[in-house]
């Protein structure tokens, strides 16, 4: 069975991106941590063996106080050049 990949976008407390890469980048499955500027305030790339391993990844990160939301998009196939 492939991997399962996606994006997280996610939003933040003001003033909050350092502490929430240094947390969220040690996450098992967490591949890069980009901070944006738009809606959101940072993405999330993933790859991860399962959904519940993916499960685990959003859990721990709506358990952080610093992020108010998360939205969560799953690859459903990949298009290289």
Do not use: W
């Not at 399962?4 to 947390?23: R, T």
């Not at 709506?62 to 939301?69: E, F, H, Q, V």
């Amino acid at each position: 069975m492939p991997n399962v990949e996606g994006v997280i976008l996610f939003s933040l407390v003001k003033g909050c991106e350092k502490e929430a890469i240094d947390q969220i980048k040690r996450m098992e499955g967490v591949k890069k941590v980009f901070v944006v500027c738009g809606e959101h305030d940072g993405v999330v790339v993933f790859d991860v063996k399962s959904l519940n391993d993916l499960k685990k990844i959003v859990k721990m990160m709506r358990t952080l106080k610093i992020i108010t939301k998360t939205v969560t998009y799953i690859a459903m196939y990949t298009i290289n050049n």
